[in-house]
């Protein structure tokens, strides 16, 4: 008697082997298809659109009147909770993130702040440290909390107004960078933070076609450049400072 | 008493077996049929049946055989016989009712012949030509020439036996008829009349004209290789059958996924 099993799958591998061809033809008109079909779509886009504009690879220096703002306009914050002894009723949470903060952990601080904000936002202390070592770590969106708070003491509010410039700075640049909308109109104080230099730069440029990227000299030292470009690998555009030195990139902050 | 199982009915009707009873007649091989007929008729001294193998020579001839409407006595010799004087002692015996112990050549049995005195000169039907030397090939010449015995032999269509068909016999044949392989529309007509003869028609009418297109793919419509084919098909409903699969399948019409199979099984397709 037949082994209908085997024979069964012998007629499997049969058939399987009888229609990889096709499988290999449909997928090579498949991907043959559609790069055709894309590089078509790319020729009428480039005859439609107009052309590409160039990215800045200019270095964009300092016209001669842009100065570093007036001392008077510089907003300097306090740092006086990372100077001062801490005093033994504060608590060993608070403790660890001063270590932290000493050991450059910002991050690490920002979120241990974040977990533990709502039990000691009266803290003005607390929360300074928390908004530095966000600031420091790039969560920019996380200031907005500390500002509310700190209000107390004036050294609070000088740090309250200090993030809620760096907070609304960067909120502009991104919406200019984003949606093109001029800056060249505001005259904001500056702080010694990297995104309000290079807020600074980009505020003083004409209104003009969004760039690619931009390269700002830093007018206080010539061999520090900041590129300024939004990142669109992700679903949500990122705006993304570098920091050079001499062409050598020193730091990358991202914001979202 | 148990029935007995429509498949194995209908796969018992495929055994390749060369018998007058299960020839079918389709048009085509009709016409040849009669030509055939109407050839040796003729004073022809040879009548040559040629063609690829499974394309039914051998049955026509045994049809031919056991035809009572032909006039003439006919001795059919499926199988060749190699040995020369044994080929001669077997005509001998077979036509002239002569014993002979001994060799026979040629020269006696040619005074064989004279001695006996026939109304009509007797047909020999010899299958499978290609297997006999040229030198016997030869000596079957001389017996046609000599008008006392006519022969109708079958070849298999090659270069070498198209060679032999021409140069051995181009001058003496004078009637050669080929038989080819049957036509999608013909092998359809020759599965259900062959199934039908036997009273099979459930099975009959599961060959539809798809099934029959692929089948016709496989066996490019020779009969041997479709015979071999729907063996093994109705071998194979006969297992599902037992095994109580058959159930889960469609009955109504020969599945493609079957004749696959059977092809793989046959070595027709390759898997």
């Known amino acids: 008697m037949l082994n209908i099993i085997e024979l069964e799958n012998r007629w499997l591998r049969y058939k399987i082997k009888s229609y990889f061809p096709y499988f290999i033809i449909t997928i090579v008109l498949i991907i043959t298809t559609s790069l055709l079909f894309s590089s078509s779509k790319n020729q009428t886009l480039e005859k439609k659109l107009p052309p590409k504009k160039e990215p800045v690879q200019k270095i964009i220096k300092p ?94 509010r000088a740090n309250s107004a200090y993030f809620s410039l760096i907070l609304m700075q960067k909120k502009l640049l991104y919406h200019a960078l984003v949606d093109n909308y001029s800056l060249s109109s505001f005259k904001l104080p500056s702080t010694d933070y990297v995104l309000s230099r290079v807020f600074e730069l980009y505020s003083k440029l004409e209104e003009h076609n969004t760039h690619t990227f931009y390269l700002f000299e830093d007018p206080l030292n010539p061999k520090i450049r900041y590129k300024l470009y939004l990142s669109l690998k992700s679903k949500r555009k990122k705006m993304i400072i570098e920091e050079f030195y001499d062409t050598s990139s020193i730091k990358r902050h991202i914001y979202w | 008493m148990m029935n007995e199982s429509i498949f ?62 032909l006039s003439m006595k006919t001795f059919l010799y499926l199988t060749p016989i190699l040995d020369e004087s044994e080929f001669y002692k077997t005509l001998a015996q077979d036509i002239f009712k002569t014993q002979y112990t001994g060799e026979l050549n040629l020269t006696q049995f040619m005074k064989i012949v004279e001695k006996s005195k026939q109304s009509s000169i007797p047909v020999v039907l010899l ?50 008829i080929e038989l080819k392989n049957a036509s999608a529309s013909e092998l359809k007509i020759y599965i259900q009349k062959k199934l039908m003869k036997l009273n099979c028609f459930n099975t009959a009418t599961m060959f539809t004209s ?62």
Not at chain 2, 233 to 255: G, W
Request: glycine content about 2%; aromatic content about 10%; some cysteine.
């Open chain 1, 63 to 156: 016209e001669k009147n842009i100065q570093i703002k007036h001392k008077s306009m510089m907003l300097s914050p306090s740092l006086d909770f990372i100077n001062k002894e801490l005093n033994s009723t504060h608590s060993a949470m608070k403790q660890k993130m001063l270590d932290l903060y000493q050991k450059r952990a910002y991050e690490d601080v920002c979120q241990i702040g974040f977990d533990y904000f709502k039990k000691n936002k009266r803290d003005e202390e607390f929360v300074s440290l928390y908004a530095f070592s966000c600031l420091n770590a790039d969560y920019i969106d996380r200031l907005a909390a500390a500002t509310a708070v700190l209000k107390f003491s004036k050294k609070a």
């Open chain 2, 8 to 69: 194995l009915k209908s796969k018992n009707v495929f055994l390749d077996l060369v018998n007058a009873k299960d020839y079918v007649q389709l048009n085509r091989v009709a016409t040849l049929y009669q030509s055939l007929k109407e050839s040796l008729e003729k004073p022809l001294k040879m009548v040559l049946l040629y063609g690829k193998p499974g394309t039914g020579k051998s049955m026509l001839l045994n049809k031919l055989h056991t035809d009572s409407t």
């Open chain 2, 127 to 176: 299958d499978e030509a290609q297997l006999y030397s040229e030198d016997f090939m030869e000596k079957i010449r001389l017996l046609s020439d000599a008008r006392v015995v006519k022969f109708l032999i079958t070849l298999h269509k090659t270069e070498r036996e198209d060679l032999i068909a021409k140069e051995h016999f181009k001058t003496r044949i004078w009637e050669s």
């Open chain 2, 210 to 271: 798809k099934s029959v297109n692929k089948i016709f793919k496989i066996t490019n419509g020779n009969y041997r290789d479709t015979n071999k084919l729907l063996y093994t098909l109705f071998d194979i409903y006969l297992a599902y059958e037992n095994s109580n699969q058959l159930r889960k399948m469609k009955t109504d019409q020969v599945s493609i996924k079957i004749i696959e199979m059977a092809a793989i099984h046959t070595g027709l397709l390759n898997a």
